[in-house]
């Protein structure tokens, strides 16, 4: 069955640093959805891509979907502390009425 | 603005019992979307649906039933509840579509453990 596949699965950064997930998808998707779990909550929605190769960004977070559209990226710059989370895609595939998520990527940004 | 309402937010029961969770989409939604989350593992699609009709269905196991009623609420009936059913129970609702409209607003959860 379909995949979504994300790495890396954990990654501690200093407070300041860059950090990027990368999201790879075993199906080419229709669009593909990124989200962020605190601990203990519940998925956020961020943003969604639909077309090949686009690009958004929302303050210090750039996204990035795929030219195949079977992979995508999430970018942020110069993490702060309220950076911390779990980072989940979520790829959804025409002709279905799912979305599978991606294995989740857990950040934790030291002070 | 309204958000999804999921209702219990803890639940627990013992092994072989039946547990029902609910979920209220927000208002005017027209799919409702379950999921199942273990620890430190990513939400695993239960199943779908879209006007009241089941629209797709994953990894739910054949115990588990859902349904959409014709407010667009949805209940999760879970039964002879097994210790590797406790996890927490996202429903996520939408309306359908692409573009913005698909936008999965998820629920603060029902935490089921089973004991």
């Known amino acids: 069955g379909q995949q979504v596949m994300q790495i890396p699965q954990y990654q501690h950064v200093q407070e300041g640093e860059d950090f990027t997930t990368y999201c790879n998808s075993s199906t080419t998707l229709s669009n593909i959805q990124w989200y962020k779990q605190r601990p203990g909550g519940h998925p956020v929605f961020l943003i969604q891509l639909v077309k090949s190769g686009e690009v958004k960004k929302q303050k210090r977070l750039t996204f990035q979907f795929g030219e195949a559209k079977k992979n995508s990226s999430l970018h942020i710059t110069a993490t702060q502390t309220t950076d911390v989370g779990t980072y989940f895609c979520?790829?959804?595939?025409?002709?279905?009425?799912?979305?599978?998520f991606g294995t989740g990527t857990r950040l934790k940004v030291l002070a | 603005a309204a958000g999804v309402i999921q209702s219990p937010r803890h639940l627990i029961k013992e092994k072989r019992e039946t547990a029902t969770l609910k979920c209220y989409p927000i208002?005017?939604?027209?799919?409702v979307y379950w999921y199942q989350q273990g620890p430190g593992q990513d939400p695993q699609f239960l199943i779908s649906?879209?006007?009241?009709?089941?629209?797709d269905k994953g990894s739910i196991p054949d115990r588990f039933s859902a349904q959409q009623f014709s407010d667009y609420h949805s209940e999760l009936n879970m039964s002879s509840l097994e210790l590797g059913d406790s996890a927490l129970y996202f429903c996520?609702?939408?309306?359908?579509?692409?573009?913005?409209?698909?936008?999965?607003?998820f629920g603060a959860g029902t935490r089921l453990s089973v004991l």
């Open positions: 996520a609702s939408s309306l359908e579509g692409l573009g913005t409209k698909n936008i999965q607003y």
């Open positions: 979520a790829g959804y595939t025409s002709g279905t009425y799912k979305y599978i």
């Open positions: 649906f879209y006007e009241k009709m089941q629209s």
């Open positions: 208002p005017r939604h027209d799919t």
